[in-house]
């Protein structure tokens, strides 16, 4: 595939054959009479790869006279845009120089969403491939204005707005083909977004397109489309999905069928492991599991993945959540001066007391700690009655050299000096009286599950989670914890029920997933032989000796729990 030019605005030209597929899309999905005088917007055309990819096959269709309108802040991509558009003969173009968000009617009273004055003027199908920026690149002041401007909470990414202001100018029973980052599917912050496309669309088709690489940028796509509806109906039918990632080589994929490219894949109308090149992929298709419910995240899963999700579902005693909080570890926004290996290198090394052992993602194997670790924080907090209360560095002279001389990378931190603390404290720091509990701490992001129980009073750094036990029948439902999330069994719920890998098969495990992992009846006698097990593969790991067997006689364990 050719190389894909990144634009300053965030987006990414999109590759001829991704244009090419979206477009297909769409005009399968078109319902026009031949007269029709259709209207096609792509609010950030760019160099017009979209736009040209759908006209030609409009075209093609016969359908006669139609009309392409286009908005870039770029002069140059839109002489390009001109240039490619006027080799199709007999259609209308209209490319503006503007920000589509700042243009004439994208933003309207909520109550005329569906009752627009001026019908002449909407469009019949959006095509699209929006800048992807963050709030954090956007910068706050932007950020704000546009939440405020499209009625927007959270963090803003910039395809949000557009996503609103696009529904804004279609028309009712219009396509949109849009292509975004795939973060909304999954995430706490694309709540607001999946409520929204539900209520204003009959979702006809998502496609996840993974870590299939089709953009450089770091982001990865998935495709939307839908057909606005004509007013708020509650229902929704179900809807196509497919998704498309990466397999590790490890998993040994049988019955793979060659392909040439990513899109004969995607044109598949069969799930199963494919080979591209040199890399194997699993590609999935069904109907796609959402309600109307915002937290609800909208599950990919097949038939057959469905029967064995209920499976599970039936034999579920709580999930994680019922019983116990997942935190984020701390977050120092600093991390250079709170955290090191070897402290004894500093000129000015701080009070022994203020240190304490971190636990880092880069440190944590399935059942045990990296011996090597010698990571150490330093943290100026202490626990009274039960809270908080942060160190007087008066009291800690070595310690207050050491921030002093620190201080103006400290002070940058302006939130933390905002949100009425010390400047040497930590931004999130925890409850320091929760350390000394035994935990099961586990990486944000992480090939492989890696849940790892401590018992030594460790910190646990910003790029794990953690749970806590407060008392002896929480500690042994901790081991359950560790077994479950260990096995081979939870790997596959995690990513049937939701959808959020990296590349090249990473997993993310956000609280909010961890929390709705299934436990078992804890008295079953196959839960309890699991954390008998479990405290077996904890003390082998320690003494670093095989634990294959072991992990294999857990993995059965797992699946009888579950009623397999």
């Not at 590790?248 to 494919?274: M, Q």
Request: glycine residues 6%; proline residues 4%.
């Amino acid at each position: 595939m050719e190389e894909v030019t990144i634009k300053n605005s965030g987006a990414t030209f999109t590759p001829p054959l991704l244009a090419d597929f979206l477009a297909d899309k769409l005009i399968s999905h078109l319902e026009m009479s031949e007269n029709h005088m259709i209207s096609i917007l792509d609010p950030a055309c760019g160099e017009g790869e979209l736009l040209v990819s759908i006209a030609s096959k409009v075209k093609c269709l016969g359908i006669g006279q139609f009309r392409i309108k286009g908005f870039d802040t770029n002069a140059e991509y839109l002489d390009v845009a001109r240039s490619n558009l006027s080799e199709i003969d007999s259609i209308s173009v209209n490319l503006h120089q503007q920000d589509f968000l700042e243009s004439e009617g994208v933003i309207i009273e909520k109550s005329d969403l569906f009752h627009q004055s001026n019908p002449t003027e909407l469009s019949d199908i959006i095509i699209a491939n929006p800048p992807y920026v963050r709030t954090q690149i956007l910068g706050t002041k932007k950020a704000q204005e546009l939440a405020k401007r499209f009625n927007l909470t959270g963090r803003v990414d910039l395809y949000y707005p557009f996503l609103i202001a696009m529904t804004n100018v279609l028309r009712e029973g219009g396509l949109i083909g849009v292509i975004t980052s795939n973060r909304y599917l999954f995430t706490k912050s694309g709540e607001a977004i999946r409520k929204f496309l539900l209520d204003n669309y009959d979702i006809l088709e998502v496609i996840d397109l993974g870590d299939t690489k089709l953009f450089e940028a770091a982001v990865l796509p998935a495709i939307f489309v839908g057909r606005k509806k004509s007013g708020r109906k509650n229902l929704n039918n179900p809807s196509l999905f497919a998704k498309i990632y990466e397999e590790p080589e490890k998993n040994g994929a049988r019955n793979v069928i060659n392909c040439e490219t990513l899109f004969d894949i995607l044109k598949s109308n069969k799930s199963g492991y494919y080979f591209v090149g040199n890399k194997t992929y699993y590609y999935s298709i069904g109907l796609l599991k959402h309600s109307l419910k915002k937290t609800d995240i909208w599950q990919m899963t097949n038939d057959e993945e469905n029967k064995w999700i209920e499976i599970i579902k039936s034999n579920t005693f709580y999930f994680i959540g019922d019983l116990f909080k997942v935190r984020v570890g701390v977050k120092s926004c600093a991390d250079n001066v709170f955290i090191k290996e070897d402290w004894n290198k500093e000129p000015f090394k701080p009070e022994k007391k203020l240190f304490k052992k971190l636990i880092s993602q880069e440190n944590i194997k399935r059942w045990c700690g990296a011996i090597e670790n010698d990571l150490h924080i330093l943290y100026p907090y202490y626990s009274k009655d039960g809270k908080r209360i942060v160190y007087d560095l008066r009291d800690f002279p070595k310690a207050k050299e050491y921030f002093e001389a620190n201080r103006k990378q400290l002070e940058s931190r302006s939130y933390v000096i905002e949100s009425g603390r010390y400047w040497y404290e930590i931004w999130v720091p925890q409850n320091p009286a929760l350390w000394e509990f035994p935990k099961v701490v586990f990486p944000d992001i992480s090939l492989d599950s890696r849940f790892y129980y401590d018992d030594q009073g460790s910190v646990v750094n910003g790029n794990c989670y953690w749970i806590s036990a407060i008392d002896n029948r929480e500690n042994e439902l901790l081991f359950l914890i560790q077994g479950l999330a260990n096995s081979k069994l939870m790997s596959q719920y995690h990513d049937l029920c939701f959808n959020n890998k990296l590349y090249s098969g990473r997993r993310r495990y956000f609280s909010q997933y961890i929390e709705k992992y299934p436990i078992p009846d804890p008295n079953k006698i196959e839960s309890l032989r699991i954390i008998e097990t479990v405290k077996k593969l904890n003390m082998l790991s320690r003494r670093n000796q095989d634990v294959v067997k072991l992990e294999n006689e857990l993995n059965n364990l797992v699946e009888k729990a579950f009623g397999f």
